[in-house]
């Protein structure tokens, strides 16, 4: 009878280590890439970067929220190649500005209304637009973002719709009612 009552007790709670180990494994993984991507070539950086992967996978780990936000991986290639892009194209136009013989810049305050409906994908947002080169996001509040721009044009808030999209469809949320699926 103890025998069976062991492996009852080993066949529940083998469940329940796995989900644990992958996410290990996926976190460590991830932040060894991004390591070696900040450091590439460099093998004595793993002399700091394998202790800083061991502590920062358990603290992602220790900190995971079981409400997180899931993420697409076809969304999130696709969202890579758009930030890679927007970023290129944004770095030229401010090269482009900052070196014209008349400084073309019209900057300003605008106020962009976000519709993603939750606040970590907002949040997010607004931190991307901060890394595009020529935006930055100035305050965050609600659903309001105010971004100081060094084109106070519409066209940039039309560009804030799009990277909007690409980002409802990173965390596959609703935007304005609808699926988006940039």
Known sequence: MEHQQRSVTDATLAPQRRPKVASAVLWAGALGLLWAALNPGDAKSWLVGAPVVVLATGAALALRNPLALR???LAALKFSVFFAH???RGGWDVARRA???RLPLNPGL?????????????VFLANVTSLLPGTLSADLDGHNLLLHVLDASPAVLDEMRILENHIAALFARDVAGERNLA
Do not use: N, V
Not at 110 to 122: G, I, N
């Open 71 to 73: 993420i697409d991986p």
């Open 110 to 122: 605008l106020t962009y209304q976000l519709r993603l409906p939750e606040e970590r994908a907002r």
């Open 99 to 101: 070196f014209h013989p």
């Open 86 to 88: 927007q970023s290129l």
